[in-house]
């Protein structure tokens, strides 16, 4: 259809084509607009993944102030606690992102993990009972303040790892060497803007940025650790990171 628009000479056969064509293409655009978000809803129902809204349960034990205070972490000496902390969260919806439940989560999650009695340097929802894709990070590369990230993802971990001490809030009393890469691309969504941002992070922040991810796919850093776990082979150009435990 389109050569024959081009090869007419005819003014008023092209014009009519021309018509047509124009017709026929914000026809096709808006098939095409069509058939993409009919794939995105499809793709994501098969892989499991189209963003639920809060659940009544989630938005309860949010609870609606942030006075409510710390929110109690879950841990794996405790049976329910330890299936929890298992599964993989789910992603946060992006409305969600600006609704009230979130705010509040974002500020227990914040005192959780500042609580004086035992204070971290990162946080993922689902240790406080919230299976949602959702990590605070002390972010000591830059003014060592907590910044949350909601949905985020690792786009690139570098070669280059080093093992280091880590420990957890809910793995009381442990502390184990874990491999890491020392340079990650982390994506995720900026909570105001609702765009996709994306982030370098080298070092100790990157290893806060590894081990709060496992968290959102039910990984613990036990599992990864040198005294017995799913990594356990120093790799020869391995330098231990020499840092303060997570
Ligand atoms: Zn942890």
């Not at 929110?71 to 902390?85: H, T, W």
């Not at 280059?160 to 340079?183: F, I, K, M, Y």
């Not at 709060?212 to 776990?229: N, P, Q, T, V």
Request: a neutral charge; glycine letters at 8%; aromatic letters at 8%.
């Amino acid at each position: 259809m389109y050569d024959f628009a081009i090869s007419s000479r005819s003014g008023g056969i092209c014009g009519k084509i021309r018509i047509f064509e124009s017709a026929y293409l914000k026809n096709e655009n808006a098939m095409i607009r069509t058939i993409l978000v009919l794939g995105l809803l499809a793709g994501m129902a098969a892989c499991g993944s189209a963003p639920q809204r809060w659940t009544p349960e989630e938005k309860e034990r949010i609870g609606e102030n942030a006075d409510a205070g710390k929110m109690r972490v879950y841990r794996i000496d405790r049976a329910d606690d330890s299936l929890f902390l298992r599964r993989r969260a789910q992603e946060l919806h992006p409305e969600d992102l600006l609704s009230s439940s979130y705010r509040i989560l974002k500020e227990r999650l914040l005192r959780t993990v500042n609580d004086p009695a035992d204070p971290g340097v990162g946080i993922a929802a689902p240790q406080a009972g919230i299976s949602r894709r959702l990590i605070a990070v002390q972010r000591f590369d830059r003014d060592s303040a907590f910044r949350f990230y909601a949905n985020p993802r690792l786009d690139y971990r570098s070669p280059q790892q080093a093992w280091g001490p880590e420990g957890c809030l809910s793995v009381p009393e442990r502390t184990d060497s874990v491999l890491r890469a020392r340079e990650i691309v982390v994506s995720y969504v900026d909570d105001v803007t609702l765009e996709t941002r994306r982030d370098t992070v080298r070092g100790f922040t990157a290893v806060i940025f590894q081990h709060e991810i496992d968290h959102l796919d039910g990984i613990l850093f036990i599992d990864r650790a040198a005294g017995g776990g799913m990594v356990m082979r120093e790799p020869a150009d391995s330098v231990p990171a020499g840092l303060p435990e997570p």
